[in-house]
């Protein structure tokens, strides 16, 4: 197995106890961690250059500035954008979906029009077409899931009729950790004159993201799922479709020129960021994003593949749990949903904190998901470059407490 | 801090045999809960013989303490009158508030749920603020479905 055992001393925060028991981080799909090369370079910025950008005509102001592009500039090398500009940074990958729906949406939809979303869509990648939906009177439509927990490729075509002007689907799903194959998906729709957008919060923290080579018209992540801090987010979209999207906020900074009865907006990807941006945060990202890139993403596909293989091997050892996602680790990543018997999962998150190891319980912000699923909630175990084969046997044993406690085998 | 102290054999046997389960025809007083951040789900119907409650259903979906708790609750509401089964409401909420010092609400600080006989067993809940939500569900929905009635 690759071995990141090195990385897991750059996290501080995993030195603790919790419980009295050393911490097994195992929530990282909900929010990760951040390693002290980002946090150190946040806490520089605070206590030798921080300013606004774009503003001042001094010197504080040209450093934050300049590092705030930079920032831009990595995380645009970090996906393989053409340009820095196609990178808009957003509060997250939530208001980058937001961004494209009313942005793009508001203008290009109408009564008849669909939207093509899936069945295993977090409500970020929901919520905001059902809003857009309901003004414009465009429908909304869902790709189905088949019984092995992959989206339905064979019915794509049925769904992708003339009426559709957008299919935006995961690219690694928060819930099953299935991978679809987004290039495929992407060609497919885009060829039936659909835009395209991938929901790419989970996926880019785990495998390799090319913009390039995912055929997507836009694609949206947050930083604090990719080691970075919180409030801070990219949309990468095509110069074209940057164009011809309306700014979803208005304010300072997004403006070239502001008069009494209407404005001009400034150069993409300026017009889409209204007011201070979270500088610092920014910075922060762009670290994370070097912090992961110098990991090898290639390695943290391998890494979180393989520990997903170990993880998925152990959880078989318990006849009471039941996996919700696909065995192919080729199709998935390191997100994995279980039941453990008839014990809610909400009692077995509690068990397994006592024993230091953090799991999410419940619905993973996708009800649509896990209504299909048919259970009211599953634990959910998320992999992160600092996870290790003695997290998952630390789950493992965890989860042998949570049936003693319970009285069950 | 024991995690036996949470998961006593009551709440664990309230859980495996839910006590009081379905629904009723035509209830006197009817309310839905739900904890949108969990998903645990309750429907509470109540019978009424002038301010006497005399038959509690509930079904719902959710943890062991969600579930429980609302089992010992309609165990400990039947036969009571409103008045009774307000202060009941009081005192369980003020076990269950830890922002409050139990003595100020005129409960045992070493037994705030004394007075509340098998429901004492949800007391291990105020070490596990997180679930305290879940101990409650039953209850709010309880007051909820009073209130609607008025």
Redesign the interface.
């Known amino acids: 197995m690759i071995d990141f055992s090195h990385l897991k001393p750059d996290f501080p925060v995993l030195q603790r106890r919790v419980?009295g028991k050393p911490l097994v981080f195992l929530d990282s799909a909900a929010s990760s961690q951040k390693p002290a090369q980002v946090l150190d370079v946040m806490d520089t910025v605070y206590r030798t250059s921080y300013a606004n950008v774009h503003r001042g005509a001094y010197l504080l102001s040209e450093e934050s500035t300049t590092a705030y592009e930079e920032a831009r500039g990595k995380v645009a090398r970090f996906v393989n954008a053409g340009s820095r500009s196609e990178v808009v940074f957003t509060r997250g990958a939530t208001t980058a979906l937001n961004t494209v729906a009313f942005g793009w949406g508001m203008d290009h939809l109408q009564a008849g029009d669909r939207i093509l979303l899936t069945m295993m869509e977090h409500h970020a990648n929901i919520v905001p077409w059902q809003l857009v939906a309901r003004r414009t009177g465009a429908e909304l439509a869902y790709l189905p899931m088949t019984g092995d927990y992959r989206l339905d490729l064979d019915r794509l075509p049925e769904y992708l009729d003339d009426r559709v002007k957008i299919f935006s689907f995961t690219g690694m799903s928060n819930v099953t950790g299935t991978m679809p194959p987004v290039a495929e998906l992407a060609r497919t729709a885009r060829a039936a004159g659909a835009l395209v957008v991938v929901d790419a919060a989970q996926l880019v923290t785990h495998a390799p993201v090319d913009v390039q080579k995912l055929e997507a018209d836009a694609i949206v992540f947050s930083g604090h799922k990719m080691l970075g801090p919180t409030g801070i987010g990219a949309l990468w979209a095509r110069p074209s479709l940057l164009e011809a999207m309306e700014p979803f906020e208005g304010g300072g900074e997004m403006i070239s020129d502001v008069r009494l009865d209407g404005s001009t907006w400034a150069p993409v990807p300026h017009k889409f960021e209204a007011g201070t941006p979270p500088i610092v945060e920014a910075i922060g990202l762009g670290a994370a994003a070097d912090y992961l890139e110098k990991t090898g993403m290639e390695e943290v596909r391998r890494h979180g593949r393989e520990l997903t293989g170990y993880a998925l091997g152990r959880l078989a050892e318990l006849p009471a749990v039941r996996v919700f996602g696909p065995a192919d680790l080729d199709r998935r990543g390191g997100v994995i949903s279980f039941t453990l018997g008839n014990?809610?999962?909400?009692?077995v998150a509690?068990?397994l904190d006592?024993e230091g190891v953090s799991v999410r319980?419940?619905?993973h912000c996708a009800?649509p998901l896990?209504r299909a699923l048919g259970v009211?909630?599953t634990v959910r175990a998320s992999f992160q470059v600092y996870n290790t084969e003695e997290d998952v046997d630390a789950l493992l044993a965890g989860l042998r407490?949570v049936q003693e406690?319970?009285?069950v085998d | 801090?024991?995690?036996?102290e949470?998961?006593r054999d009551v709440i664990?046997d309230h859980n495996r045999n839910p006590r009081n389960r379905g629904t009723l025809e035509h209830p006197d007083a009817h309310a839905e809960g739900i904890n949108p951040?969990?998903?645990?789900?309750l429907q509470l119907d109540l019978r009424l013989d002038g301010d006497r409650i005399v038959a509690v259903a509930i079904l719902g979906?959710?943890?062991?303490?969600s579930q429980s708790s609302a089992s010992m609750m309609s165990q400990a509401i039947k036969g009571k009158t409103l008045d009774e089964v307000g202060d009941l409401i009081s005192t369980f909420k003020a076990m269950m508030d830890i922002e409050t010092d139990p003595a100020r609400a005129g409960l045992d600080p070493d037994r705030p749920g004394a007075l509340l006989g098998d429901l004492e067993a949800l007391q291990g809940v105020r070490k596990?603020p997180?679930?305290i939500k879940?101990a409650n569900l039953a209850w709010t929905t309880l007051a909820e479905a009073l209130q609607g009635r008025r």
Do not use: N, W
Not at chain 1, 343 to 347: L, V
Not at chain 2, 61 to 65: D, R
């Open positions: 419980h014990i809610h999962a909400h009692d509690t068990i006592q319980a419940g619905h009800k896990t009211p909630a407490k406690v319970f009285h | 801090m024991s995690i036996e949470l998961y664990l951040l969990c998903g645990d789900e979906q959710g943890c062991s303490i596990f997180v679930r879940c």
